[in-house]
């Protein structure tokens, strides 16, 4: 059974920075490919970010492109959300998900395993 747990959310002006960190248990973390998804209040959850097993492939949903960056240390089975630039539409609890069969997907429903979430909260 692989656990997910998130941290680094929070309150932060419009313009700001965030790193959010998800720490994984269990099964075998270096093989998973890991996302990042989001979901705004009366939202439904939506892809942000997702990064391949060795951490040479990342894959961006367009309104995050070029201000989130997704990265993994797969020797401490973590993965990381960096996030600049922020802006009140980035306000959203933002989950942490592990896909153990398959490449990169953008779709929620490959990843069989989630964290609790973590809330980011921009203020403008």
């Known amino acids: 059974q692989v656990q997910l747990v998130e941290s680094g959310g929070g309150l932060v002006q419009a313009g700001g920075s965030l790193r959010l960190s998800c720490a994984a248990s269990?099964?075998?973390?270096?093989?998973?490919?890991m996302g990042w998804f989001r979901q705004a209040p009366g939202k439904e959850r939506e892809f942000a970010a997702a990064i391949a097993w060795s951490g040479g492939y990342t894959d961006y949903a367009d309104s995050v492109k070029g201000r989130f960056t997704i990265s993994r240390d797969n020797a401490k089975n973590m993965v990381y959300l960096q996030m600049n630039s922020l802006g009140p539409e980035d306000t959203a609890v933002y989950y942490c998900?592990?896909?153990?069969?398959?490449?990169?997907?953008?779709?929620?429903?490959?990843?069989?395993?989630w964290g609790q979430g973590t809330q980011v909260t921009v203020s403008s």
């Open positions: 998900a592990a896909r153990v069969v398959g490449g990169i997907a953008r779709n929620r429903n490959f990843y069989a395993y």
């Open positions: 269990g099964g075998t973390f270096s093989t998973y490919v």
